[in-house]
């Protein structure tokens, strides 16, 4: 997801869930309608899944899911919700929704914090990986709208 956001013009950030997932950002400025931002995130799960059909799927269908990673794009929707980051869940252990750096993904294990371990991870909070988010002032372009529909 990073690449092909890099790919197509896009500066993009990334966190936790809380739970299993990860949620990408690309920030982008208010020029396009809701629906056509859903159709570019859309059109972009859509290019990863007929890349790797065995490791990605774009259904919700639980059964469907099964080993693969489901690239959920119905955030992009006026309406829909996300976790803030530095949130907790209502889950055991209270976890929490942090903002990481793309290369912690290559960790061996997937990056997980609860509030019951914050003396683990709080040192994290001293240096924000979505510090540089607001100032950015990218748009959603008209090319890199039709390169996601390849």
Do not use: C
Request: avoid cysteine.
């Amino acid at each position: 997801m990073h690449v092909r956001l890099e790919q197509l013009g896009l500066q993009s950030f990334l966190k936790t869930t809380g739970g299993k997932g990860l949620h990408v950002v690309a920030p982008i400025r208010p020029d396009n309608e809701w629906p056509a931002v859903k159709e570019f995130a859309h059109n972009i799960v859509l290019g990863i899944e007929r890349e790797n059909p065995g490791l990605y799927v774009t259904k919700m269908t639980k059964a469907i899911r099964k080993n693969r990673i489901y690239l959920d794009y119905l955030r992009n929707d006026r309406g829909s919700t996300a976790i803030a980051p530095y949130s907790t869940r209502a889950r055991s252990g209270a976890p929490v929704a942090l903002p990481l750096e793309w290369k912690e993904l290559n960790a061996k294990s997937r990056p997980t914090f609860h509030v019951t371990d914050f003396d683990s991870w709080k040192k994290r909070l001293a240096r924000d990986p979505w510090a540089e988010m607001s100032s950015i002032k990218q748009r959603l372009a008209a090319t890199a709208m039709r390169e996601a529909k390849r």
